[in-house]
């Protein structure tokens, strides 16, 4: 390891004085600006991976979600999942290191994970559509070439996209070939033989309007599109000619707003969808014939996959194992229509995709989906050949069976100065910090029926994620606001104080300290 080049070519990647960031669940994220020292160090932090694993390693340069001035980091481990924790904390070292720090904190990190430094290093690069990801990317191949490592830049990827590249390399191309239109091919044949398999009410061709969120979902998706186009018209929204990323569209505007896009116009019961930044979020909603919107979010697909995969089992009295992981944050309804009437086991997590994903590798078919859209099915190697005897069609009733769950749901942020004044326990269902404010949403949930309220602090950002949860929507609404307020109080909210909600949209176009 060429510690004189590392300090020499960090020179030109120097990080601001004071400032501290935190590998999360979602890597680093912050404002664009602020992360050209970030990229390169986790160039150099790819290498030493790939170099102690013996495997490819990915770098996606990204902030999915957040608005298009930021910009983040994340690293994909050998099998195309997500950064083992271990490493986060080497990651978070390595990224708040002062100049003069940086090469014994290399040192370190090497001694301590027993990185043999005289191993090959192979890193593959992407990023999203964000004007200041290009640059950034740049950035990861300064820190991944002054180590010696060879790379691949993808250049514009989806994370998922990625996330395929990875595995695909590290399985010698057994999962698929590690390219666009590998990626492509795999999916699009297997969306083509699973749509037989499903009936289609009205027309023969089914189509989908997309809000893919002015971002790097709308370029891929309209390059993949022409592979399953005999199956599936797709219609295009929010592609990025006009609009910022992110902004008033996206999978995180729909499911905290509870209202579609803006640039989609809706007709009753049209299918639709929306995207987030780095599309690897998936949200479905509809109007009906009233012209009511209703969400299909993360929680409804989890129940509606599994309907769909229980049934064959149940047919055949197969042995295989099938569970659904969530957080404490799904919706009540979800979980006891899976537990009560589909008599799935359902298993709790903390809030992440690397915690469901963990625990969903326990089962024959683990089936994980936050409510925000985050997620996916896995099946053993056993499971992937039965599923292929077992695929039958999905009677309609049982769709409409499962689509009808209640959800009687507010998710909201509360803006505060320093959002590591809370800490959550049992898996984030209990604050244990500040003082006295699990007691005070302990008493505000008493004077509602069937109600649950949560808090627990972004990964992200400076701000504090609310959900309340009760018989009604307007009790929802109601206990949303009164643990909204405790969270102002307690936990040093910033801005002006929250309303009280006339309506579920006006509640959440009216108040400053949520987006």
Known sequence: MDLDAVTKQSVLHAKP?????????????TKAEHLDHVMFRMGLLAVLRSKQTKSTIGVMVTASHNPEEDNGV??????????????EEHATCLANAEEQDLPRVLVDIGEKAAVNLHQDAFVVIGRDTRPSSEKLSQSVIDGVTVLGGQFHDYGLLTTPQLHYMVYCRNTSG?????????????????????????????DDQRTLKVDCANGIGALKLREMK???????????????????????CGADFVKSHQKPPQGIEMKSNERCCSFDGDADRIIYYYHDADGQFHLVDGDKIAALISSFLKEPLLEIGDSLSLGVVQTAYANGSSTRYLEEVMKVPVYCTKTGVKHLHHKAQEFDIGVYFEANGHGTVLFSKAAEMKIKQLAKELEEDKKRKAAKMLENVIDLFNQVADRQVISTTDAERQAVKPPGLQEAINELVKKYRLSRAFVRPSGTEDIVRVYAEADSQENADSLAYEVSLAVFQLAGGIGERPQPAESPEQFLDDLPLFS
């Open 17 to 29: 004085d004071g400032l501290t960031l935190q590998y999360g669940t979602a890597g680093f994220r």
């Open 74 to 87: 994340k690293l994909v481990d050998p099998l195309g999942e997500m950064l083992a924790p271990s490493w």
């Open 174 to 202: 057994q999962y698929g070939k590690a390219t666009i239109e590998g990626y492509y091919q795999k999916l699009s044949a297997a969306f083509v033989e699973l749509t037989k398999q499903a009936s289609c009410s009205g």
């Open 226 to 248: 022409h592979y399953f186009s005999q199956g599936l018209s797709v219609q295009l929204f929010n592609d990025g000619t006009k609009g910022k990323l992110n902004h008033l």
